[in-house]
């Protein structure tokens, strides 16, 4: 597998850039888990996980569960953690843990990530934050994933910009792994982890060039490999995923 080119590189990124307008256009409400609740399900569950494209740490997850009145999160602007700046994520974190019945945070380190790929890490990210629930939720609304877990659940694609339990999750995990990298920032400071949290900015990919990777970092995904000068041919290597990338100065 050869590394992307430039002009490959500018057209994914062009294409998250417009994905990402297309998200900011759609509306986060509790329309989901009321239609659960129709249904009969009462204690539903949010589940969604943050760091998926990035080259070092781990991946985390996040499962809440809200009380059934969600207007408040709403008029206070809650939506997809990406689509918002980081005192808006900090200022929701709090209040989605003043008001949440239960609430979980998971994360599996990137040692499993290489083991395992980061698809099934993320999906056992997310089992684990669902077990961690003080309370069985009986349904869970997952973004755009299932889950190995005997609960019912739906996988809502863009789930984190239209069910406000999805999106709330989204905050938890986003704040939980922001504040975990600006904390790995000044044991690994060669890396400017506090800026760009882990993903692979031209910052860090010129630090991984000049230092090469530490034990946090990814060594199955691209630049990571490519860095160590390992076999590139690997059928778990990738860029980055294009859901995952977000505004370094956020």
């Given at each position: 597998m050869t590394a992307p080119s430039p002009n490959e590189i500018g057209k994914t990124v062009g294409a998250a850039a417009a994905k990402q307008r297309m998200?900011?256009?759609?509306?986060?409400?509790?329309?989901?888990?009321?239609?659960?609740?129709?249904?009969?399900?009462?204690c539903i569950a949010g589940v969604d996980e943050v760091g998926r494209g990035a080259l070092f740490g781990p991946v985390v997850a996040a499962a809440v569960i809200l009380p059934e009145r969600l207007s408040g999160l709403s008029r206070a602007g809650l939506k997809d953690s990406k689509q918002l700046t980081r005192k808006e994520r900090e200022t929701l974190d709090k209040r989605i843990r003043k008001m949440a019945i239960a609430l979980s945070i998971a994360e599996v380190a990137a040692e499993t990530i290489d083991q395992v790929n980061i698809y099934q890490a993320t999906r056992l990210a997310m089992r684990a934050a669902v077990e961690g629930l003080s309370i069985s939720p009986?349904?869970?609304?997952?973004?755009?994933?299932?889950?190995?877990?005997?609960?019912?659940?739906?996988?809502?694609?863009?789930?984190?910009?239209?069910?406000?339990?999805?999106?709330?999750?989204?905050?938890?995990?986003k704040v939980h792994r922001d504040g975990l990298m600006r904390e790995l920032d000044a044991v690994h400071p060669a890396y400017g982890l506090a800026a760009h949290k882990g993903y692979g900015t031209p910052q860090h990919r010129r630090a991984l060039a000049e230092h090469g990777p530490c034990p946090l970092h990814r060594r199955t995904f691209l630049h990571v490999a490519a860095a160590e000068s390992v076999d590139e041919a690997s059928e778990d290597l990738l860029l980055f995923d294009d859901c995952d990338l977000e505004d370094p100065k956020s």
């Open positions: 998200l900011r256009q759609l509306i986060c409400s509790d329309g989901p888990e009321q239609a659960l609740r129709y249904r009969g399900f009462r009986d349904h869970l609304l997952i973004d755009a994933m299932l889950v190995d877990h005997p609960c019912a659940q739906t996988s809502l694609y863009y789930g984190d910009s239209l069910s406000l339990s999805i999106a709330a999750a989204s905050v938890l995990a």
